[in-house]
Every structure is written in structure tokens, then in C-alpha cells.
């Protein structure tokens, strides 16, 4: 059967799946989405995504026309109808269609969809080596003009850093804000370890809450390492003695070089790997169950 798409109340076949070309999502970016991973039958982290989803349309100015609890509901529900146990979420939130001018007034009924399927990940051997990676020559955008604080449906800031990265030959950039301080991936939050303490920016510099940074700072405090939300440079990234980034998609990757300086040994740190497995224990207890498909539905 072919994959279910929800939009705006209804399922339809991914061949059916079709927005309006004058939705404004599609005509200027306008609009708010999640990235949520589902583990052996449970959404990881539902409510908190769907937080920070009304949080994202919030910000832009659209109303979310359900409410949390039915959000919640539509994640559930997409992932049963498909039979999907482990998924890749994408919850979708545009403007909506309107006329061709930018006013979101003109947009009465926003288009809300949901799609879940199977999830492409790095290859093991990343988690197990690292990653090399290099610092991208464009700027994160700065807050005061574009903030990623706002999962908004614009991304070209960080696609113009990836387009570098696929030329370079490299998985992943660090990207920094216009004062050259570190702030996050393309699309994943970035972490230092040095001398046992743990260090990631602050999302006032304009960088995504990440729900995946949060829980890696809770596993850090659990662990005993004191844990700092704290501007830094690229001296203190290359003289890390260890980096790693988090995000839903990629979890935990241990960063093993940045621009050609080595970080630590060379190999993923103890910090980073003891946090890697805190993580993947918790991913595969908690949630919110999706419930079984029932026989002949
Ligand atoms: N920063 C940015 C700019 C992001 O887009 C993260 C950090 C990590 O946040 P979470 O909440 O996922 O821990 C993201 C994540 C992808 C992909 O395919 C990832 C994201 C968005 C779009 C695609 O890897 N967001």
C-alpha cells in the first residue's frame, strides 16, 4: 500500500499528496515545520516538538487552526495508518494558499500536513570514527533579520552553507554568526567538551532549540558534567577535546576533525560516547505509543 499523507483533516496516497501552488508555503517560505523521529512503536519527544512547533507559529504569526493535543493526535495516527514502528516524522504547518502578494491576511486556512516514513541514516561507520568536518564561509543569518530560533519553512541559510559542504565533499559544516562565533550545523546543534565541562551556544545567538540538544545537556548534568550554554570561538572549537552535534535526524555524532585540526585523539571521546549511549537507551523506553493497526482495518 502506498504511504498515507495527512492533510488538513485527511489521509490521502502519496501519488494524491497536493498543496496548491498559491499556498504561500510554496510561493515565499512561509510557514513552520518538525523533524520527529518514532523508536520501536513511541514519538520521541511528541510533546516537546509539538511545543515548539505552536512556539515557531507563534513567532511567524499563524494560528495553528487545531489544538496541541489534536497535533499530537495526527503524528499518532500517521504513523499507525502506515504500520511505521520507526519513522522520520514531518509535520508541515504553511500559510496557506492566498493571492500572489505577500500579505498572510490573505490566507485565511493554513495547510497543515503530516508525513511519516522510514528514516535514512548516517552510515555506522560515522558514529563509530566521527566525523570530519569544515567551518562554512556563510554566516548563520542574524537574529535580527532571521532568527532559527524559528523552525521556519525557510532554509536557504543553512541549504547555501550544505550546497559548500556536498562541494567540499564533507557531510556536515559548522556554520557562525556574523561576529565568527560557533553556533550550530546546517541542521543540527553543536557541543564542546573541555576539561570535563560541556559547552554549547546559546539560542539568543539565533540557533534552533534543538530537542535533541536539550536532552543531551540533561544526560550531560546526569552524568556529572557541568554543563554551560556559552558563546565560543572556532580557537575553542579546535582546541576542543571533544565536538559533537545533535539533532533528530543524526542523534549523536561525534566530530573528529574541524578544518583539518584534530580534535582530542583523533577518535570519539568518552564524554560523547557516554552520552551517545545514555541516549539511544532512553530513545528506545520513552514516548508516546502508536497504537498497532487493528486486523481488517
Ligand atoms: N539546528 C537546525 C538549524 C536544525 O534545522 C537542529 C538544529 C537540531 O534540532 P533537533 O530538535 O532536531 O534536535 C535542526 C534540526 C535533516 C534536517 O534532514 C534536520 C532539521 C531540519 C531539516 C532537515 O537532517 N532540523
Redesign the pocket.
Known sequence: MSLQVYINGRFYPKEEAKVSVFDHGFLYGDGVFE?IRAYGGRVWKLEEHIDRLYDSAKSVWLEIPMTKAEMQQVVVETCARNGLRDAYIRLVVSRGPGDLGLDPRKCPQPTVVCIADRIALYPDEVYEAGMKVVTSPVRRSPPAAHS?QV?SLNYLN?IYAKILAVQLGYPEVVMLSSEGYVV?GT???IFIVKKGRVITPPTYLG??P????AVAMEIARDCGYPVAEEIFTLHDLYTADEVFL?????EIVPVVEVDGRRIGEGSPGPVTRQITRRFRERTQTEGTPIPLPVQGD
Not at 534543538?210 to 540538544?213: A, Q, S
Open positions: 523533524g532559527f523552525k543553512s550550530e541542521g543540527d546543534n540557533i534552533l534543538g530537542i535533541t540538544r545533535t539533532g533528530t535526524a543524526a
